[in-house]
């Protein structure tokens, strides 16, 4: 035998044969018909070998696409179930943004090599507004437009409202007066809790990934009796009631701001990192997350819920989780700066991207290319927050939104005793909102207490304004500046096409003059009805606005 023969034999016999043995086998539409903004879902089915399905550095599966407009996307897919080296099961969930005829075969990656199947189409009827809900009519996803308000794909203008509801009801819950309502399983339950949001007019909620709430890459521990301790690498009870709050956000038409978390990162808890500090510089830590990402937006960045992926609640917390030896804000801002740009890449659909902050700035955070809007949470100081918006947005150049207040932090306070400052600071920072260019009102905390009280009723006298100031304007609000002269008056105002709009807040627990503004109407704030215009007196603590046309 020659020595070539030879070679040519060992290469034969010992080389690695994963990729000669990975094989599409084949991919089926579910749909029976595929509409604009509506989910389209295909099941694949492979052959291949892997260590790790859901590590893209070991086995990756795309859809590539070709839009009508001939735009090209590369949609992840995600793995279902199957073993290595036999017939495996992969799923892919599409958002199309056009209609028309689509082109698109499936990719499948493993290290240098690429097996690429045979081209197909499918067509994407227009869209049309499900017949039983027409508030959850198809729009597409949501994309920056400007300071005040976001733009849905089929060009709707949207301004979000709404408030936290960050967690359902927990096992135990550690609040010191309030811990029987907080663990109320019947009350706090995402499926309670959003329908009454929508009914008080909201449109746009905040909710978490951590321990104790949809858990998906998390084994035990959860504090929380909705799921169940599981070795895989995500946990199928956490994974289901994600796919279900999804499913419930799209029927209800609403939209989440849904905070990503840093995950199970611990080695401790099944990750790779030995600290916060080590999870935002180690390698290791940073894939595991870019493939956490790949597999969240894989499985559910198809939804128009999505409203904003937001990498961290309150990340300077983090930041400062050892007092003595506090994280560089350096590193924090260049992990967010790597994971932001990987998000861009990765989502096909250009879901919006933002971080939180607490109280303390890290520099060059709200610098990031690749964070939509910048946020940070305002507790006992709601009066700042009309100023807060303005010198962010305008120091930064992007929207600024307070992802979180209240008139009380402190959770070791019984709130009952200051009940009142609660429910009209909660109104306050709506109406703040309303009258500051922010593209999501300011969203209160505790929402189980404002529940209890039917606090969030309330939610529906600002929508009402909302709706009117958005038709007025066809989605532009502009600030304009009026001349008023009391100072125990505090006064915003704005406009909206032909229409100006004066929001009057009485400071003080004195009657306050108005003087005449010309207004053709006058709103009443607490109680969501109209005055009859004329010469006006603001009772104590009393808010109104005061509407003008144009001639």
């Not at 029976?32 to 694949?44: G, N």
């Not at 920056?144 to 849905?152: E, N």
């Not at 109280?359 to 006992?380: S, V």
């Not at 303005?390 to 307070?402: E, W």
């Amino acid at each position: 035998m020659t020595k070539l023969s030879t070679i040519l034999l060992a290469l034969v016999f010992f080389a690695p044969r994963v990729f000669s043995q990975s094989v599409i086998k084949g991919a089926s539409l579910e749909n029976k018909e595929v509409r604009q903004y509506s989910k389209a879902e295909w099941d694949i089915t492979l052959t291949a070998a892997w260590q790790n399905p859901y590590s893209q550095d070991d086995i990756a599966l795309d859809m590539l696409v070709t839009a009508p407009s001939g735009k090209k996307l590369i949609v992840p897919c995600y793995y279902v179930d199957g073993a290595s080296g036999s017939r495996s099961h992969w799923k892919v969930r599409f958002l199309p943004q056009e209609k028309g005829r689509y082109k698109y075969r499936f990719a499948l990656k493993q290290k240098d090599h690429t097996t690429t199947a045979d081209t197909h189409s499918f067509a994407a009827k227009p869209s049309v507004a499900p017949a039983a809900n027409a508030q959850a009519a198809s729009r597409g996803i949501l994309h920056l437009k400007d300071d005040w308000g976001f733009v849905f794909d089929n060009g709707q203008s949207f301004r979000g409202i709404g408030e936290n509801i960050c967690w359902e009801s927990r096992s135990r819950d550690d609040s010191k007066f309030f811990p029987g309502l907080n663990e109320d399983s019947i009350k706090y339950n995402y499926e309670r809790m959003l329908p009454l949001l929508v009914a008080h007019g909201g449109n746009f909620f905040r909710t978490w990934m951590c321990r104790w709430n949809l858990p998906i890459d998390w084994k035990s521990g959860f504090n929380n009796n909705r799921y169940k301790p599981s070795n895989e690498y995500f946990n199928p009870s956490a994974v289901a009631k994600l796919d279900r709050l999804v499913d419930l956000c799209d029927s209800l038409g609403l939209h989440m701001m849904l905070t990503l978390g840093p995950g199970a990162y611990l080695q401790s808890e099944g990750g790779v990192a030995t600290s916060s500090a080590d999870f935002f510089v180690n390698p290791a830590a940073k894939q595991k997350y870019r493939d956490r990402l790949r597999y969240i937006v894989a499985r559910w960045g198809y939804s128009p819920a999505i409203g904003a992926w937001e990498f961290f609640n309150e990340v300077d917390n983090v930041q400062f989780g050892n007092r003595t030896s506090p994280i560089k804000a350096a590193v924090i801002v260049q992990w967010h700066d790597e994971m932001s740009a990987y998000m861009k890449q990765l989502d096909p659909y250009g879901h919006l991207v933002t971080t939180s902050i607490s109280h303390r700035d890290l520099a060059g955070l709200d610098n990031l290319a690749h964070i939509d809007f910048n946020q940070k949470h305002i507790y006992r100081a709601t009066r700042t927050i009309p100023a807060t918006i303005v010198a962010y947005t305008r120091n930064f150049g992007k929207p600024y939104v307070i992802g979180e207040f209240s008139y009380e932090w402190d959770w070791n306070k019984n709130f009952d005793d200051f009940a009142a400052g609660m429910d009209a600071d909660f109104k306050r920072g709506l109406w703040y909102g309303l009258f500051s260019p922010t593209p999501i009102l300011p969203m209160s905390w505790w929402w189980e207490y404002f529940d209890k009280r039917g606090t969030d009723v309330y939610i529906k006298n600002v929508r009402q304004m909302l709706d009117r100031m958005m038709k007025a304007g066809q989605g532009s609000f502009d600030s304009v500046k009026v001349a008023f002269s009391n100072d125990s008056v505090e006064h915003y105002a704005v406009r909206c096409g032909t229409e100006t709009y004066i929001y009057l807040h009485n400071l003080t627990n004195s009657p306050a003059a108005v003087p005449d503004l010309s207004a053709t109407e006058i709103y009443d704030c607490e109680t969501g009805t109209y005055l009859s215009p004329g010469k006006l007196e603001l009772k104590p603590n009393q808010d109104i606005i005061l509407i003008k046309r144009a001639p």
